[in-house]
């Protein structure tokens, strides 16, 4: 099993930064890929960003948020400039164990969770 926990949301003004964390523990070493999902207010969850051995962005990010992870490979970090209000939502980190990666950017069976962060972006 593997345990995420993620931390670094709050609240934050248009055209400001968040940093968030996800930090991975247990059997971090059957971890493919890492990642960002996010689920705004009566939204469905939606990909945000992943890496492995590249990176993943989905294009409402592309520009604004970078993802990275340390050398351990099991800390992933977003970076999040320029954020707009359409941003606001739960980030949640995600670990797949899936070597596919058309399921980096999308939900597998093989995935871990954590409880998510709340994001909000409002002046």
């Known amino acids: 099993q593997v345990q995420l926990v993620e931390s670094g949301g709050g609240l934050v003004q248009p055209g400001g930064s968040l940093r968030l964390s996800c930090a991975a523990s247990g059997r971090t070493s059957s971890i493919a890929a890492m990642g960002w999902f996010r689920q705004g207010p009566g939204e469905q969850r939606e990909f945000v960003a992943s890496?492995?051995?590249?990176?993943y962005y989905a294009d409402s990010v592309k520009g604004r948020f970078t993802i990275s992870r340390d050398n351990a490979k099991t800390t992933v970090y977003l970076q999040m400039n320029s954020l707009k209000t359409e941003d606001t939502a739960v980030y949640y980190c995600k670990a797949t164990r899936s070597s596919n990666s058309y399921y980096y950017t999308r939900r597998s069976g093989m995935d871990y969770w954590g409880k998510g962060t709340l994001v909000t972006v409002s002046s």
């Open positions: 890496i492995s051995a590249s990176t």
